[in-house]
């Protein structure tokens, strides 16, 4: 009879050789594992961990650690912010000193001469030109109009006054207003930004007559223009800004005669679209060669006595730009620029548009 048969007869001793293999399998692998996580000294294994030499790095939030791990999942952090420092919510004051004019502090603020027109009711009332030194102004924080809410004003009848939605009044940052239905308290100030006011309240219209040497009429052959016009102030024609010796606005002359000797360059009042560059024909050969600009919002600037035109019909130019050369041509004594200011078929006062002297 061989040994198995006689495991086969003896159970109690078959299961007993059985369980003592299976432990010292287990023992094996028991040893092996704290072999792999154990050094041989019996002291814990250690992880390096990173350090910060003084001249380290620290890696910016677009990089991403090296990862010795394959199976390591890995984010790219990307740190996403929106801050414009450039962006101004907020109304300032300033405090007009000597040389200053209404175009040189828009032009400061980076805003538009009528955007500080709109948003200052006493230049609305008085003029450009009765900017004083010490006068304290109201500058907005972008162009368009500084509105002093008044009772019964609603978002809707104002934003329809200024040429605007409402909703770019009611989402405007600056006015911290409240929604969906913001309470306006009356006299607080509100942004309209892109507003535009038609509001011309110091001027005084005067037409020509037979005496004042001067004529309505125009001849042009340019189509209607979407140039962007200018904003109800000007800026001086001529590098001298005084009446030497020449005619000064009156009922019998509706324009003002500029000191500038012949040859003195001549530029744009504002920007617009040359109506008229020749001679004055028949429509008035007393203003010699002559241009006209139509400044595209109601208003047109007349330059005459020229010596020299360097504009044609139809041009579109901007506020500075060269013109023409000052003369005597046409009806003059002596060389001088004829400057008129024209609204609406009317003629206006160019000192209520013109910068301070």
């Not at 009711?121 to 500084?146: C, F, T, W």
């Not at 809410?149 to 329809?160: I, Q, R, Y």
């Amino acid at each position: 009879m061989n040994k198995l048969g006689r495991f086969a007869r003896s159970p109690r001793l078959f299961s007993g050789i059985t369980w003592g293999v299976t432990f010292l399998v287990v023992a094996i692998l028991l040893g092996y594992t704290v072999w792999r996580l154990f050094p041989a000294s019996g002291a814990p294994a250690s992880v390096a961990l990173p350090t910060l030499e003084a001249s380290a790095s620290v890696p910016l939030p677009n990089q991403v650690w090296s990862v010795t791990d394959p199976l390591a999942i890995v984010r790219k952090v990307a740190l996403v912010t929106f801050s414009d420092k450039n962006v101004r919510y907020n109304v300032v004051q300033y405090t007009a000193k000597t040389g200053d004019t209404l175009s040189s502090i828009a032009e400061s603020y980076g805003l538009k001469a009528s955007s500080l027109l709109w948003s200052n009711a006493n230049l609305m009332r008085n003029g450009p030109n009765s900017l004083k030194v010490g006068q304290v102004l109201q500058i907005p924080p972008v162009d368009g109009v500084l509105y002093q809410w008044e009772a019964g004003d609603t978002l809707e009848s104002v934003a329809e006054k200024f040429g605007v939605t409402s909703d770019d009044i009611l989402l405007w940052p600056g006015n911290n207003l409240e929604l969906p239905n913001p309470e306006i308290p009356t006299d607080t100030l509100v942004m309209v930004p892109g507003g535009k006011s038609d509001a011309i309240q110091w001027v005084s219209v005067s037409y020509a007559s037979g005496a004042s040497g001067t004529s309505s009429g125009y001849a042009s052959t340019c189509g209607p223009s979407n140039f962007k016009g200018g904003g109800g102030t000007l800026m001086w024609p001529s590098p001298y800004h005084y009446i030497n010796g020449g005619n000064n606005f009156s009922s019998s002359h509706l324009g003002i005669d500029i000191y500038a000797p012949e040859g003195t360059q001549i530029t744009a009042a504002d920007n617009g679209t040359v109506v008229w560059a020749s001679w004055g024909g028949a429509w008035n050969g007393g203003y010699g060669n002559v241009v006209m600009i139509d400044h595209n919002n109601g208003f047109k600037t007349l330059y005459g006595h020229l010596s020299q035109v360097n504009v044609v019909m139809c041009e579109n130019v901007y506020a500075g730009e060269l013109i023409g050369l000052s003369g005597y041509t046409g009806n003059s004594f002596g060389a001088h620029l004829h400057f008129e200011v024209r609204l609406g078929g009317g003629f206006m006062n160019p000192w209520d548009y013109l910068p301070p002297q």
